[in-house]
Each structure stands twice: as C-alpha cells, then as structure tokens.
C-alpha cells in the first residue's frame, strides 16, 4: 500500500513510502532463521529499486525500514532518487552500484 508519493519526472524526483503486507521472503526468514533486529526483504526492496530506476531512467533506491523478521506487523520502505537523501553507505554498497559493461558481457 503506498502511503506516499512525490513524482517530478522534470526534475528527477521520485519519494515513496511503502506498507508491505504478506511477504514471503520475511516468513522464509522467520521460520528458518528466526527473529532479527534488522529487515531482511532484500530482494523485495531490490526488484522494486531495479523495476522503479528502469521506468523512470534514473537510479531509485528502495530502503527498507522495518520488516516482519523484526516483530512488525508489516514491512515499510522508502524510496528516493539518488544521491539527494540516500545514506552514503547505502550508495557505497557494492549490490547498488551498476554493473560495468565488462562485468555485464561476463555475466
């Protein structure tokens, strides 16, 4: 369910916030692994930055800031365009950054 949004296609901008009901990769987690202090939606968080930066031509990261691996009823993201108000050390990770032409003829 989103809960907010602010598109400006001229301006670059794109802010959403999130509510995710039933996910299965959190009840994966919990029944393998249990509990955690931090979200584990991973690839929920990271299909939705690939699917929004590829529809909008600009880089979109999805963040993910509770989950249901941490007692929550329900799994909140937020999403900006990048850099304007991403933390760094989500930039500076290596699973965010594009691949490079060589690394995409590898894969």
Not at 54 to 81: I, P
Request: with cysteine; hydrophobic share 45%.
């Amino acid at each position: 369910m989103t809960k907010k949004l602010d598109v400006d296609p001229v301006a670059g901008r794109f802010e959403m916030e999130v509510v995710w009901h039933g996910s299965a990769e959190a009840e994966e987690h919990v029944a393998v692994l249990g509990r955690t202090a931090h979200p584990s939606c991973w690839m929920l968080a990271g299909y939705a930055s690939g699917f929004m930066s590829f529809a909008l031509g600009h880089d979109v990261y999805f963040v993910e800031q509770s989950c249901r691996v941490m007692a929550n009823a329900c799994a909140r993201l937020w999403a900006k365009t990048a850099p304007r108000g991403v933390p760094s050390s989500t930039l500076t990770c290596p699973i965010f950054r594009p691949l490079t032409s060589r690394e995409r003829s590898i894969a």
